[in-house]
């Protein structure tokens, strides 16, 4: 089997593994409560079980006879790139998908009886390893099936006048920035447009191009020949090396913000205000929406951070910022509850409810005539 067709069975087996994990998590949604508890567990459980035992079938069905051959293709080629920070992560990655493929088949070579307690025991206990590999096969794939080409590099006249060209442009606010990423030697490379007397260029810069030390290194007709003529990208990275997509922890119990809302408006008592608003900044598991976008800003500013670029840098600190601002409300929100409720304040009874349903009228009378139509006014010609 060509290494091609060894990547096509690594990406049969994700996408298969995407839809299963899209419709475990629909019928998931079915057994849990509208704050997300779940509340069937029998049903949960079913559901995971037929889960785990659809994905040791596809792994069956599409890596089973071809893990060790793509692994050994990805290690190959592993060893012909240039040392690089990321080099000894992806290796270590490999391995680790090769012992989740001895996991897998082991379960496969000596299955329990069909449809007892010790197979579904058996494939739960072997989820972890399917999804590992649903995670990041990628890897192994984007190894063994590179196409690595020769860079045609500039001479030192020509990269040098292309960079001053290039510096000048952003100067001006005339280097429009395309797509970005990295090259399997580290370097981070970065598409943009170099605009000039209304016409623009297609340039590549290697470098961050907010900080100092950046440098053109190609200049071509369009995107679709800098693509074929520079190095191609390697695959990102991750910001928690732990996340999964495939084996997420059971979500947090929550309220959504305009069901609280709503709460509000149907209240009476200041006890009731204040209990919605104490509930929307709690901490801990059943945290509240505030505390909840506090913690996204603060993600969103690892990310950013983890980017290593200056532009990454300044952006997660006003992400930070921004964060600290809203810990800042969320305290003053909390306060002003407990404020609220101290008033033991019901709402007066002139807020008097409006009918919302237009009586019917009563048999055997006349329903009143209908109002004449309001005349057209004259026009004037």
């Not at 990321?86 to 449809?115: F, K």
């Not at 598409?191 to 190609?218: H, N, R």
């Not at 007709?221 to 693509?227: I, L, Q, T, V």
């Not at 237009?358 to 139509?373: D, E, F, H, N, S």
Request: aromatic share 4%; proline share 8%.
């Amino acid at each position: 089997m060509t290494v091609s067709q060894l990547a096509w069975k690594a990406r049969d087996f994700r996408l298969r593994v995407i839809h299963i994990n899209r419709e475990v998590e629909t019928a998931l949604d079915t057994t849990r409560d509208r704050h997300g508890r779940t509340v069937h567990h029998h049903a949960a459980a079913a559901v995971s079980a037929h889960r785990n035992q659809a994905a040791i079938q596809a792994y069956a069905t599409y890596l089973a006879a071809h893990a060790d051959e793509l692994l050994d293709a990805a290690r190959r080629a592993l060893n012909t790139l240039p040392a690089a920070r990321h080099t000894a992560a992806w290796r270590a990655l490999l391995d680790n998908l090769a012992a989740s493929h001895t996991e897998i088949m082991s379960v496969l070579d000596r299955p329990a009886t069909p449809g007892s307690d010790a197979e579904r025991e058996q494939h739960r206990t072997v989820w972890p390893h399917l999804a590992f590999w649903a995670d990041h096969s990628y890897i192994a794939t984007h190894l063994a099936d590179q196409r690595l080409q020769p860079e045609i590099p500039l001479t030192d006249e020509e990269q040098q006048m292309w960079t001053d060209m290039a510096h000048a442009a952003q100067q001006r606010g005339e280097l429009e920035l395309i797509e970005s990423w990295y090259a399997a030697d580290g370097r981070p490379i970065t598409l943009a447009y170099l605009i000039e007397d209304d016409t623009s260029t297609v340039i590549a810069l290697a470098g961050d191009p907010d900080a100092p030390g950046w440098q053109v290194i190609g200049h071509y007709r369009n995107e679709y020949d800098a693509g074929r003529a520079l190095p191609p990208p390697v695959p990102p990275g991750v910001l928690r090396p732990d996340a999964s997509r495939f084996n997420r922890p059971e979500p947090a119990p929550e309220v959504s913000l305009q069901e609280r809302v709503r709460d509000i408006v149907e209240a009476q008592t200041a006890g009731d205000v204040s209990e919605t608003l104490l509930a929307a900044t709690q901490h801990g598991c059943g945290a509240g929406p505030m505390v909840r976008l506090q913690e996204l800003l603060e993600t969103a500013s690892q990310f950013a951070h983890a980017l290593e670029t200056v532009q990454g840098r300044q952006i997660a600190t006003r992400l930070a910022a921004l964060g600290r601002q809203v810990g800042f409300l969320t305290r003053e929100v909390h306060e002003a509850a407990e404020d609220l409720g101290a008033t033991v304040a019901v709402l007066p009874p002139h807020r008097a409810p409006k009918p919302r349903i237009r009586p019917r009228p009563a048999l055997g009378t006349t329903p009143p005539a209908a109002q004449p139509p309001a005349s057209a006014p004259t026009r004037h010609h």
